[in-house]
């Protein structure tokens, strides 16, 4: 599968808990994004990696927030101290000058 | 202003019907422009890129006006399969980045 994976599919977790999320992009593929989207709403954006290096974060990620892409693969999203409001779809995308490709998403439920 | 901005709908069309969807954009330095469909509860995918001479896939045509600041698709001959959420997306290079945004879509249902 050459495609954008992300895991787990579905998350349910209690307020308060940390959890991380994992994003495998396009190997080849140096760009990658994070972003978040909630009922009816488009995709927001989180965060960007060209490679290892973080370049940009949204004022959304709060500092409960920490993304990391260590070796500028592979790439994980944490949330500490989970809130209500977290809940969401967490996209992970990849991308080329002629496009994105989005991984089939974390779906975040905090109860 | 919202940075790209769509109609939310839904659009209700009947199969065959013809239909247009148009976004707007504020910031005039966008480079980018893209269509991506997305189905319930799944990810976005893309449709198609968007170019100043307008680009047409089949069933699917859309156009560029830079001046005016919009990008719009139009579908003819619409077929169930089409309903979905189509999402504009607008990206330009901002301090060595590519930003991407999202409008909130535009819900179409295709009824029989």
């Known amino acids: 599968d050459t495609g954008v994976s992300q895991d787990p599919r579905h998350k349910i977790t209690k307020r308060g808990q940390n959890v991380t999320f994992r994003c495998d992009p396009i190997?080849?593929?140096?760009?990658l994004y994070w972003y978040r989207q909630t009922l009816g709403q488009g995709p927001e954006f989180l965060t960007y990696?060209?490679?290892?290096?973080?370049?940009?974060k949204s004022r959304l990620l709060s500092d409960r927030f920490s993304a990391e892409r260590p070796k500028g693969s592979f790439s994980t999203l944490e949330i500490q101290r989970t809130e209500q409001g977290d809940s969401a779809m967490y996209l992970c995308?990849?991308?080329?000058?002629?496009?994105?490709?989005f991984g089939s998403g974390t779906r975040l439920t905090v109860v | 202003r919202k940075e790209v901005e769509q109609d939310p709908g839904p659009f209700n069309v009947p199969e065959g019907a013809t239909v247009a969807f148009n976004c707007t954009y504020s910031n005039s330095a966008s480079q980018s422009f893209f269509w991506y469909r997305q189905d319930c509860r799944k990810e976005p995918k893309l449709l198609m890129s968007?170019?100043?001479s307008g680009n047409e896939d089949g069933r699917f045509t859309a156009q560029l006006n830079r001046a005016s600041q919009y990008i719009s698709l139009l579908i003819r001959d619409s077929k169930l399969s089409d309903s979905a959420t189509y999402l504009c997306?607008?990206?330009?290079?901002?301090?060595?980045?590519?930003?991407?945004?999202f409008g909130t879509g535009t819900k179409l249902q295709v009824i029989p």
């Open positions: 968007v170019y100043s």
């Open positions: 190997s080849e593929h140096n760009r």
């Open positions: 990696f060209q490679n290892e290096a973080q370049l940009e």
């Open positions: 995308a990849s991308s080329t000058r002629d496009g994105y490709t």
């Open positions: 997306v607008v990206s330009m290079n901002s301090g060595g980045y590519q930003k991407v945004t």
